[in-house]
């Protein structure tokens, strides 16, 4: 998995990169890119999605 804090377009491995939360496609070179971060039972939690669209989706 790629550290969520680097630049996700930069010579990211789709087989390495973050999937989306709703549709999951690999997160790769997407500028539309979305993150939600929360936390839950003391540990930080994130999803990705590939945009807009996706995060809207997602339950």
Not at 28 to 48: F, G, I
Request: hydrophobic share 30%.
């Amino acid at each position: 998995m790629v550290d969520p804090t680097s630049d996700l377009g930069e010579d990211v491995d789709p087989d390495d990169a973050p999937r989306c939360g709703t549709c999951g496609e690999p997160v790769v070179d997407a500028p539309d890119h979305r993150v939600l971060t929360w936390v839950e039972d003391d540990a930080v939690r994130s999803v990705h999605f590939c945009d807009d669209g996706c995060r809207a989706r997602w339950d």
